[in-house]
């Protein structure tokens, strides 16, 4: 059966990893454990040098989470930026090391602001941030700018197209989108800009990170089919069992 959608899997680290396993099942991985700022204060070069190893023969899709609580590319705080942008930039710079595909960062809006000018001032702040972070992102990485705490895609959609780039896109996160919205309404307001869908459910009371049930990968499905996009999916919810998640997942997304 061939594989519509390129799935890949949410791990912490890479204690669980197996190339070979992974390669057979056709499938990728996300790294959340760039965005740890005890390992980006300590030993990350032997990290990096751990996962350019066990990821030598890996021939699938490698995300990474960027560092995230915090910190604020809009920020008016001058030394809240330099902060951002450093740590950005680590996360950058190991994302390459390890030949990732995708590096994901927060969007940091903040929904009680309810002034639109002020939320336009804050994204004009950080245009030039992100296209200078792009420049560093070489050939194959991608920025991700991942919904957070907003309950409409307006803001979110307006720094991608102000920034202009292709190297800065969306990562859509089902969860945090179904607390406060409608998923259609992100699925098509930000359309092809989505290159990464983090895939999660919950009861809309809290994030959960529940896997999604048939009903709702049948309706995941319809959207993205329905809005013509084909991103990366990743699985980020705990899964005890890859093999029998996977061919589950498959079933309904075709």
């Known amino acids: 059966m061939t594989n519509k959608y390129n799935l890949i899997q949410s791990l912490d680290n890479l204690d669980i990893f197996d190339a070979e396993k992974y390669n057979a099942l056709n499938i990728g991985i996300n790294i959340d454990k760039v965005s740890d700022t005890n390992l980006l204060d300590g030993d990350w070069k032997s ?3 751990e996962c350019v190893v066990k990821l030598k023969d890996f021939n699938q ?4 989470h960027g560092a995230a609580f915090d910190l604020n590319p809009g920020s008016p705080d001058k030394r809240v930026v330099e902060l951002t942008k450093f740590r950005y930039k680590q996360c950058i710079y190991i994302a390459n090391m390890i030949n990732a595909s995708f590096v994901v960062f927060h969007s940091q809006f903040n929904p009680w602001i309810r002034d639109q000018k002020v939320q336009d001032i804050k994204i004009d ?3 030039d941030f992100w296209n200078e972070l792009a420049n560093e992102a070489g050939d ?3 920025l991700l700018v991942e919904n957070v705490y907003e309950n409409n895609s307006s803001n979110l ?3 991608i197209q102000k920034v202009n780039s292709p190297k800065v896109q969306v990562c859509f996160d089902t969860g945090h989108a179904l607390l406060t919205s409608e998923l259609e309404h992100w699925i098509k307001k930000l359309g092809e800009h ?3 869908v983090h895939l999660h459910w919950n009861d ?14 049948k309706y995941f499905n319809k959207l993205i089919s329905d809005y013509n996009i084909n991103p990366v999916i990743e699985l980020e919810y705990k899964i005890e069992d890859i093999e029998t998640e996977i ?3 498959r079933t309904y997304l075709t």
């Open 61 to 64: 899709t490698i995300s990474v």
């Open 140 to 142: 194959k990485l991608t």
């Open 47 to 49: 990290f990096v040098n």
């Open 194 to 196: 989505i290159k990464l």
């Open 247 to 249: 061919k589950r997942v």
């Open 204 to 217: 809309r009371t809290y994030d959960a990170h529940q896997p999604p049930d048939e009903g709702a990968l």
């Open 125 to 127: 702040r950080q245009v």
């Open 157 to 159: 959609l307006s720094l």
